[in-house]
């Protein structure tokens, strides 16, 4: 199946600081990536959604400004956590889609970053 | 909006029982995904259903999409120790969104 990577797997930043998380489709051309926030023991709740080379897509309560997304290849899309706060601390994870067109499209996911805030 | 309800929140077994758990919806969707998550690690997909009513085998897994594309069902067979985890079922509509169940978590008994 396909493969999806996010780096880094873990960080621990101080109140007040800025965080990028990296995610890769390895071996396919993702035309849409998403990103997830999991908290413990909770379902995952999508944050928005990027296309390549255009402007992420926002759900309803998720600060943009807040989580700055760049989707800057077919095959990179990196989340922004600015001026992280301890209440931005959890579990992010996103996903990559791609597929034949008019077909049904399928996320792969990455192993997601734990990010504990100070 | 969507909301997918999926039951039991957890379960306790002995190895080698079967299991069963289902999700519903209050509204329909036109793909039923079945995940499995591990501590510490991203959703990896099951099974992917398309089309009502069908039903779907991988390995010791069987998914359905119910027919009122409203639920879904995934039974485990002759259950393993590496079967732990969370179980997620996850509903799509064309714009790609994956809406997310809550899981079902599943423990095995010594």
């Known amino acids: 199946g396909a493969v999806v990577s996010q780096h880094p797997s873990r960080v621990i930043c101080k109140s007040g600081t800025s965080v990028k998380i990296e995610c890769r489709s390895l071996?396919?051309?993702?035309?849409?990536m998403f990103w997830y926030r999991q908290f413990p023991k909770k379902s995952l709740m999508l944050m928005a959604t990027s296309n390549e080379g255009s402007k992420a897509t926002y759900e309803q309560g998720v600060e943009k400004d807040k989580f700055l997304i760049n989707h800057a290849s077919l095959t990179l899309s990196t989340l922004t956590v600015t001026s992280a706060h301890p209440e931005d601390s959890s579990f992010y994870i996103c996903s990559a889609a791609g597929g034949l067109a008019g077909g049904p499209v399928e996320q792969f996911f990455g192993p997601g970053t734990r990010l504990t805030v100070l | 909006g969507q909301q997918l309800n999926q039951s039991p929140q957890s379960m306790f077994i002995q190895e080698g029982e079967d299991v069963s758990m289902n999700c519903t919806s209050s509204s329909i969707f036109n793909t039923w995904l079945w995940y499995k998550q591990d501590p510490g690690e991203g959703p990896v997909l099951l099974i992917a259903?398309?089309?009502?009513?069908e039903l779907t085998s991988n390995g010791r897994l069987t998914a359905q999409f119910g027919i009122t594309r409203k639920d879904s069902f995934l039974n485990i067979s002759a259950s393993i120790p590496s079967d732990v985890g969370i179980y997620f079922c996850a509903g799509s509509n064309r714009d790609d969104k994956i809406i997310f169940g809550k899981g079902t978590r599943l423990h095995i008994l010594p």
């Open positions: 071996d396919f051309q993702a035309t849409t």
């Open positions: 259903l398309y089309k009502a009513g």
